[in-house]
Every structure is written in structure tokens, then in C-alpha cells.
């Protein structure tokens, strides 16, 4: 289901903090049970940007090749790239920068806009907690194992990324990514995570 308003994929064809900042305020949509369910962009990490070697990236591993784990991250842009984590969570990425390069960018919250009941249902929480982190978002918008590899701007597309509200740079905070753990420096610290100032749903770190 073609949107008017859907990302090309020269859109992704760029590195990976470029276009984790240009997704704030973007919708992100599920085409799922019939109908749309998605909401706004509020919060987004990049790994293995393209200008440096980023040990926190999934791609970093296996000497830097691809594995049948991480293969869509090294594949053109524009692509989903959907992994499990921790034995229960999916996760929800898009993949950036060049062809045969690991480049992504992990959604980590949403504002909810679209498809409230089924995100209700779904969650069994207060709305705020809907989709204010990355393995809540991709539960709300029934993003599992299939969506893979799925194309994010075809015209057959079940899960899209479309044009929505501009995001100024004041608007916008960046600080270091969550969930590295023991990461060493200074891949710990880069501050590649990027996020809506004030807005409610952005995950708390």
C-alpha cells in the first residue's frame, strides 16, 4: 500500500546519524490487520555511520562480515532491518548508507498516532507507555521476524517511513546510545543518539 508522502530510498542512502536526525518528526506505519497503525519519530540511534568504525554495531562482528543475522544491514538502503534481543524483544531498523557497508538506525520511540485501539489492545498499559522504547514500539505495531528484509519504499510496501512534521535543530537533543553495557570508549559515549526535546513519549534512558 503506496503512501503519497513515502520515503524514496535515496532517502537512506546517506549515513547513518544523518538520516537517524532526519527521522524525527517522520511517521512510521504499519500497514497491518487492514489498516494503518503507526506513529511520529520521536527518538533514534545510528550504528556503524559510515565515516567511522563503530564497535556498538551489530556489523562490527565477525570481523566485519556479514552473518545470517546481520546480512540486510549490509544490503542497499532502505530496507528493515528486524532482530530478537534478550530471548523476548524485536527491533526495529532501518537500514542506511551504502550497499555492502553495515549501516542502520534503531527506532527507539514513537508518538502514537495511528491505530490507537490495536496499540491499546496490544500493550495493556497507561498511552505513554505505549511506544516509548524500541522493543515497545515494534510490540504496539506488530513488527516481528517477517518484516526482515522487508522494502520500506516499494509500492507493494506493508511498513513505510512517510514525511510528516519538520523537526528544527533546536528542537532536537543528541547524547550517547543506551543499552551498550560494558561497550569501551569511545564507542560508549558517541553521542549518535537523537530525540525530540520535551516529548513525552521518548524512552526513558
Avoid at 8 to 36: E, N
Wanted: proline share 7%; aromatic share 10%; hydrophobic share 40%.
Amino acid at each position: 500500500m503506496r503512501s503519497p508522502r513515502q520515503l524514496p530510498q535515496t532517502f537512506y542512502a546517506r549515513s547513518a546519524r544523518t538520516v537517524a536526525r532526519r527521522l524525527l518528526g517522520a511517521r512510521l506505519v504499519h500497514f497491518d490487520q487492514g489498516r494503518r497503525i503507526g506513529g511520529r519519530i520521536v527518538e533514534a540511534e545510528a550504528y556503524c555511520d559510515s565515516d567511522e568504525p563503530d564497535l556498538g554495531c551489530h556489523g562490527s562482528a565477525n570481523k566485519g562480515r556479514p552473518t545470517s543475522r546481520t546480512a540486510v544491514m549490509f544490503g542497499p538502503p532502505g530496507f528493515a532491518y528486524v532482530y530478537f534481543t534478550y530471548g523476548m524483544h524485536w527491533m526495529f531498523n532501518v537500514v542506511t548508507g551504502a550497499e555492502g557497508m553495515a549501516n542502520a538506525v534503531l527506532i527507539r520511540a514513537l508518538e502514537p498516532m495511528e491505530g490507537l485501539e490495536v496499540m491499546a489492545k496490544r500493550r495493556q498499559r497507561p498511552e505513554w507507555e505505549w511506544t516509548n522504547g524500541p522493543a515497545k514500539l515494534t510490540q504496539a505495531l506488530g513488527i516481528e521476524r517477517e518484516l526482515n528484509g522487508a522494502s520500506l519504499y516499494g509500492a507493494d510496501s506493508v511498513i513505510w517511513i512517510e514525511a510528516d512534521e519538520v523537526v528544527g535543530d533546536d528542537a532536537i537533543a543528541a547524547g550517547p546510545r543506551i543499552g551498550l553495557g560494558n561497550m569501551p570508549e569511545p564507542w560508549h559515549s558517541m553521542p549518535w543518539r537523537f530525540w525530540i526535546r520535551h516529548n513525552p513519549y521518548v524512552s526513558r534512558a
